[in-house]
């Protein structure tokens, strides 16, 4: 199962290739608009296909990622989607309120992290023990902010806000929060064993 | 000359702030000060790679003094802001400002207004900044609702002041508006009669759309030039801008003074999430909006003053303008495609679909102004023209970063990473807009200053080198820690992202050089009695530009 690790990896890569590719056009193009030779307008079909392969990228890009980064659908589609397992989370006054002092989840499992703030607004995310993300949403007060995730790897994961409110948030992180067991495979990064 | 002589009477002595006109010293102050401002928003982005290197001897109390964590968010607030509204829009109200009567031959509609934008501006920025160095307000400039009310965390006369500047700074933006729109518009006492409407139509696209459904004979002619119709239409995102932000400052200083007054609004009053997406409509039509307008414009602009050719496919360069200020309109929810309450049908239309419209509107334009360079080919490597194919390889890195961002499922580990703020934002502003500005800076100097020498051309070439590496380098050191999961607006104690912070503070130390190296060269050019004299009051016509040969 694809998790949050082998996306950002997808992106990187495809991401530095476009940086080297337009790094070099530009290089190139610096050079050579210098250089003697005929000034000529650029021919009209050049431009048409430029705008056409920005007009299909642009279309594109979406609908590569809904069907290859598996949480999208499940995002779009939560409410037509029973969870295995929900946590009701408050936070108020800069802290998480748990429901219990480490959430417990079994592989395999769909769960709905409903997190409520009473006060202002936060962000939620999970974290590896490498500090890597998994997952985050911004908790709004006086919204429902509800998170649907099926878990695939085994490890011990922190919860931590991913929104400022203000100095006295910046240390809202509650470390060891989420277990996940029983999977053949452990979270690629710090996940623990 | 020697030194001291240089840098008293500036290069040669060829500079006489005395023959200068009062709209070229009022434009110079204009960059001057916007360029002083954007030294306050680079010393405080210095001191943030600091803290994010090893926050450790700023938290323990008395170590450092004026250095804790309410500092550090108090930096944090401020430096967007000062980057944004003193140093961008000073820089780039200045030149427009000048370039707008230039471009349409006729005087300034109101040089008073202009002088009022300018003090304005500056007066509100610095106060903001003031109130947010001493008494640490931090809301950040998301103004995340209800945090610029919580007085639990922040004193709200500190808050009513610093609301206040910003509404100050609305204030001198709306006069810009106003003075932009009228000398498009107005017919100068002694020109014959001109067409008010139709230029109007023209500047705002109108003639344009109609031309699009008409046979090409019975096309109407274009009445301002391109720069002068990416100027207007990305005025209106200008004005739009104003009044959210006016209001929202308005509503928020409701909150403080009543709290000052002994009585607490109930903060449950206000939607969270429809402020969200009110504050977000707005504050977006300056990020995807009058920027990218803007300097599309200007790209335009110097390829034709450049080349001294026409732009490109000018008449698609006007529609891709016209669709970028309605896209501006309806990009809004990218920004709150992690707000899971948001309606899933506006972060798939507004905040994905539409948002991919950007890569095409700003391709289209990186386009059109390299294929006007490459139509004059052979050009000379001049700094105005180094300066713009940096600033448009800063867009055209920054740009897909954002589009990357701007998807539900990426959004989902992207957001509020450090990869948002490093490979996007930095870059776009860094590398995208701030060089795009300096190449009109460098292209305006000599016409600004009556023909002042350059002091230095390896300066120069410094300049862009480190100005070009530390941008690209610091936002590719802050993208690469964003995708290890690095959260922007935090601060981290335990070196979990050392490495990349030390190559990130190196680069924005490059970034300051660069800065350094380019205030060095200006100050040698004109010298310090030029520098001074540029803000002593000109005797000259405020309707002339130029001096009358």
Known sequence: MTDSTTVLWGQTIVYTAYVVAILIVMGVFAYNITRDGESSNVKDKYFYTFAGFLILLGMSIHVVTYNTIPWTPTDVHRGDITADKEFAITVADHEFNLPSEQLAIDCGDMVLFDVTSEDLTYGFGLFRQDNSMMFQMQVVPGNANDLLWEFHRNGVYNIRSTEYSGPDGYQMIVKNAVQVSGCDVTASDGGVE | ?549
Do not use: C
């Open chain 2, 1 to 549: 000359m020697t030194f001291k002589d240089t840098l008293i009477d500036g290069n040669q002595g060829a500079f006489d702030h005395k023959t200068m006109t009062p709209m070229q010293k009022l434009t110079l102050r204009f960059v001057i000060i916007g360029v002083v401002f954007y030294a306050f928003a680079a010393i405080e982005g210095m001191i943030m790679r600091i803290y994010q290197v090893d926050p450790v001897p700023f938290i323990q109390e008395g170590s450092i003094p004026l250095a804790g964590v309410d500092q550090y968010f108090g930096i944090l607030t401020a430096h967007p802001l000062v980057g944004i509204f003193g140093s961008t829009y000073l820089l780039v109200f200045g030149a427009f400002l000048f370039l707008v009567p230039y471009l349409m031959k006729k005087p300034l509609w109101s040089f008073k207004l202009a002088n009022l934008t300018l003090w304005f501006i500056t007066g509100g920025t610095f106060l903001f900044w003031a109130d947010g160095f001493i008494s640490h307000y931090a809301p950040l400039y998301t103004l995340y609702w209800p945090l610029p009310a919580d007085f639990d965390q922040f004193h709200p006369l500190s808050g009513a002041i610093f609301i206040t500047g910003i509404a100050l700074v609305m204030v001198g933006t709306a006069f810009f508006v106003v003075n932009v729109f009228k000398t498009i518009a107005y017919t100068p006492e002694g020109f014959p009669k001109q067409p008010s409407k139709e230029l109007m139509k023209s500047a705002l696209g109108l003639t344009g759309f109609k031309n699009l459904w008409k046979e090409r004979k019975k096309q109407k002619e274009h009445l301002v030039p391109l720069p002068v119709a990416a100027i207007a239409r990305g005025t209106v995102d200008t004005a739009l801008n104003a009044v959210i932000i006016l209001g929202t400052g308005v509503l928020i200083l409701v909150y403080m003074v009543f709290e000052l007054f002994g009585n607490s609004l109930k903060t449950t009053t206000i939607d969270a999430l429809l402020y969200k997406n009110w504050f977000w409509w707005g504050l977006d039509l300056i990020a995807d909006g009058l920027v990218l307008i803007f300097v599309a414009g200007t790209w335009y602009l110097m390829a034709n003053l450049i080349t001294g050719k026409k732009v490109y496919m000018q008449n698609i360069a006007r529609a891709a303008l016209l669709v970028e200020l309605v896209v501006s309109w309806t990009v809004w929810s990218h920004h709150l495609l992690s707000d899971q309450s948001q309606p899933a049908i506006l972060k798939i239309v507004s905040g994905e679909m539409v948002t991919a419209f950007e890569l095409i509107t700003q391709g289209l334009a990186f386009f059109i102004t390299l294929a006007t360079l490459w139509s004059a080919r052979p050009l000379k490597m001049t700094n105005e023209l180094k300066f713009l194919l940096g600033g448009l390889l800063g867009f055209a890195l920054a740009v897909p970063a954002g589009i990357l961002q701007a998807d539900i499922g990426l959004n989902r580990v992207l957001h509020n990473t450090q990869w948002v703020i490093g490979p996007h934002v930095h870059v776009a502003i860094l590398v995208g807009l701030t060089m795009t500005l300096y190449s009109a800076i460098y292209y305006l100097l000599p016409v600004l200053t009556n023909g002042a020498k350059l002091y230095s051309q390896k300066v120069a070439n410094f300049h862009f080198w480190a100005h070009l590496i530390g941008g690209i380098g610091m936002g590719a050191f802050m993208g690469m820690a964003g995708l290890q999961g690095m959260l922007r607006r935090t601060i981290y104690f335990e070196g979990e992202y050392f490495i990349y912070m030390v190559l990130a503070a190196i680069s924005g130390a490059l970034l300051l050089a660069a800065l350094a190296a380019f205030l060095y060269n200006i100050v040698m050019t004109v010298g310090l009695k030029g520098a001074l004299g540029i803000f002593q009051r000109s005797e000259g016509d405020v309707k002339e530009l130029l001096p009358v040969e």
